[in-house]
């Protein structure tokens, strides 16, 4: 075993890996563990290492106490100034509000007192446009009566003497300029 080749006046690593797995490391401020350390090398009674560690924990207590009583004044300070913030968010919000609902008002105020002359324009409309209406039903009843095979028949005579040229061209002319109808 290696703790029996350990040489005189040295530490044993296997004796301080053992006691290392028997304590527990605690984060405490240089003040107590300096107490602390005093008093387990001189051997004192459990009473007086109590006593100390009693007088730590209120130490911590009444440090945790205050810091505890700071964040809540802190917390409290924030909550004042949201609850400030959100009231001046509904103010705004209201005034806004009240705004739109006046704007809305009066407009609505205004088209209600215009309806009647905006109703009469609209009713004289309608009255210049039903005869427009009646007239251009009858055109159209009358373009689909009109008969358009003798319009087809001029259209293509049409065409065909625009693609007359030369001789036939100029007797095409001599004709229509001669034989008129009466």
Avoid: C, H
Avoid at 5 to 18: F, I, N, Q, R, Y
Avoid at 51 to 57: I, K, P, T
Avoid at 166 to 177: H, W
């Amino acid at each position: 075993m290696v703790s029996e080749t350990v040489p005189p006046g040295e530490a044993d690593p296997l004796k301080e890996d053992k006691e290392m797995k028997e304590k527990e490391i605690v984060w405490v401020d240089k003040e107590f563990a300096e107490r602390l350390k005093k008093l387990e090398s001189e051997e004192s009674t459990r009473e007086q290492q109590d006593r100390v560690f009693d007088e730590y924990l209120a130490k911590i207590s009444d440090y945790v106490k205050r810091d505890f009583a700071a964040s809540l004044e802190g917390l409290e300070e924030d909550a004042a100034i949201f609850t400030g913030l959100m009231l001046k968010v509904k103010q705004v919000f209201e005034k806004a509000k009240d705004e739109q609902l006046t704007a809305s008002y009066a407009l609505w105020e205004k088209f209600e007192e215009e309806k009647p002359s905006i109703s009469k324009k609209i009713a004289g409309l309608a009255e210049t446009l039903n005869p427009l209406i009646d007239q251009l039903t009858t055109v159209n009843s009358l373009l689909d009566k009109l008969n358009t095979y003798n319009i087809d028949r001029v259209v293509e005579s049409v065409s065909l003497l625009n693609g007359l040229y030369g001789g036939g061209k100029d007797m095409m002319e001599f004709l229509i300029t001669n034989f008129k109808a009466k």
